[in-house]
């Protein structure tokens, strides 16, 4: 053993032999009154929305009460828009008692707003890191009415890892509920819709009886073109500007309302998309033609797409 | 977990496991609580801190102590959130400077510890913060190079590096040897 070693062990014999640890029915004290508190925090939480089924009155805890921390889950997701059963640009948290939370999200190179919101009590600092800058330090109080709290963060290169990392104080860690999501800012997508919107229009522009979509942000919705068309055979592309990949599904309608896939291909999206063309011959007795563009999940939020399409 | 008994039947031979029950809480509490309060004292150079911080940590394992219980290793999960809750803390104080000024002045004036101990934990408090905390979980929770290494998320070459550099300056300050880079 050397002397470092020796100064170490010395350090944890003498102290251990000087710590009173709290007994242990302090921390089961602590327990049962937190408890009491959180469940007084729902009540309140409860008024404030107007709930109907408010059982609770502050004062008058229930041990046994499930924990509120799922309702007010549900309130921060809908608050920030987040979709809960596949929430890819963005997280929600239920528990914070495990004292730090982290969550990182493979993003293209541009400056993103996220939308954060905390419900319940206590209050949460929220670290944005982008790789290779600087952290960026918010306060989010949890409140029963949710606010939202939004924070610009610039990811520079083309791709890079935007790190959110959330501390709860003690009150919130076990009171409270964490949401939050990101979106390309409305520059970035204007940018980027620009660059997919010239790639498609020198393909299909300037022809009478074609069409372009505006751009659109790949998301759960899937913008397309329905049109009820006239002629025979048409031209149908599609671009994606950002990152990731998207689908392009060209579909036509019957008279019956059925659908029949005329043609489906990978779209590439990058900073410097290509236009993916398919030649499509409208089938007889078709009533519609539509011109589908959806993400995979790599693209999801982070690519902006165009489709268009013309007589041929 | 313990082996119970073995069957054997012909050419298979087959295993029976029996999981032991798992821990109490109350039984790890009384055995784990104090060494991971020396840990965060190394660490805060306060040892109210260190107490606070470890005793919120088991509050957390109260709470969800019937899934932690089924844990390997019950008593690594709750020092993992006291190390959490301990890099937060201190990471909240405005500057890491004015902070062991504050937690320094504290303890010379307090009348418990042995002034060796004192000085080990000031000086501690002058190691970079990574390097004090790769020291402390080293020498004080038992933790390898690959256990710290993950849990930090370095690798263990920068682990290792961190406790060479660390072990360095506390030899140095106290004038000490430090022969074997003492790293696992």
């Avoid at chain 2, 109490?24 to 609580?33: I, L, Q």
Wanted: hydrophobic fraction near 45%; include cysteine.
């Amino acid at each position: 053993m050397t002397d470092i070693d020796q100064l170490f062990a010395e350090l944890r014999t003498r102290t251990i032999a000087e710590v009173r640890p709290p007994s242990v029915d302090t921390v089961h004290r602590i327990v049962r009154r937190r408890r009491a508190v959180r469940n007084a925090v729902a009540g309140t939480v409860l008024l404030a929305l107007g709930g109907t089924g408010l059982l609770l009155l502050p004062g008058e805890p229930e041990p046994d009460a499930p924990d509120p921390r799922a309702g007010y889950g549900t309130i921060a997701a809908a608050t920030v828009k987040l979709d809960v059963a596949t929430p890819r640009l963005g997280a929600l948290v239920t528990d914070l008692g495990d004292g730090t939370w982290q969550h990182r999200l493979e993003l293209i190179g541009a400056t993103y707003r996220t939308t954060l919101t905390c419900v319940g009590a206590g209050e949460i600092t929220a670290v944005l890191t982008p790789a290779g800058g600087d952290p960026s330090r918010v306060v989010v109080p949890c409140t029963a009415e949710p606010l939202e709290t939004m924070i610009d963060v610039v990811l520079g290169g083309d791709l890079g890892t935007l790190t959110t990392e959330v501390v709860p104080d003690d009150v919130a860690a076990e009171s409270a509920a964490f949401a939050y999501t990101t979106a390309l800012s409305t520059a970035d997508q204007d940018r980027l819709g620009k660059l997919a919107g010239g790639v498609v229009g020198g393909v299909v522009g300037g022809v009478v009886g074609g069409l372009t979509t505006p751009a659109f942000v790949l998301g759960d919705t899937t913008p397309a073109i329905e049109q009820r068309l006239t002629g025979a055979a048409y031209q149908a592309t599609a671009a994606c500007a950002g990152t990731g990949s998207a689908t392009f599904t060209v579909v036509a309608t019957g008279a019956d309302n059925t659908e029949t896939v005329l043609g489906q291909t990978r779209v590439t999206c990058s900073p410097a998309p290509k236009p993916m063309t398919v030649t499509v011959t409208y089938p007889a007795g078709a009533t519609a033609l539509a011109l589908r563009l959806a993400p995979e999940a790599d693209a999801y939020g982070q690519a902006v797409g165009v489709v268009g399409y013309r007589p041929t | 977990m313990a082996v119970t008994a073995t069957a054997s039947t012909g050419a298979e031979a087959r295993i029976v496991v029996r999981r032991e029950p798992p821990p109490s809480f109350d039984e790890v509490y009384a055995a784990h609580y104090a060494d991971l309060a020396v840990q965060l004292y190394a660490y805060f150079g306060d040892r109210q801190e260190a107490q606070d911080i470890a005793q919120e940590a088991f509050y957390r394992a109260l709470v969800r102590w019937g899934g932690i219980a089924e844990y390997d290793d019950p008593v690594a999960w709750i020092r993992k959130v006291a190390w959490n809750l301990a890099v937060s803390r201190w990471r909240r104080a405005r500057t890491a400077l004015s902070f062991l000024r504050r937690q320094r002045a504290a303890e010379t004036h307090s009348d418990g510890p042995a002034p060796d101990r004192v000085a080990l934990v000031a000086a501690l408090g002058t190691l970079p913060e990574s390097h004090r905390r790769a020291v402390v979980l080293h020498h004080l929770a038992d933790m390898s190079v690959a256990e710290i290494a993950q849990r930090e998320g370095v690798a263990a070459g920068t682990v290792k590096s961190w406790l060479h550099r660390g072990r360095t300056a506390l030899a140095a300050h106290f004038d000490v040897h430090d022969s074997t880079g003492g790293t696992r």
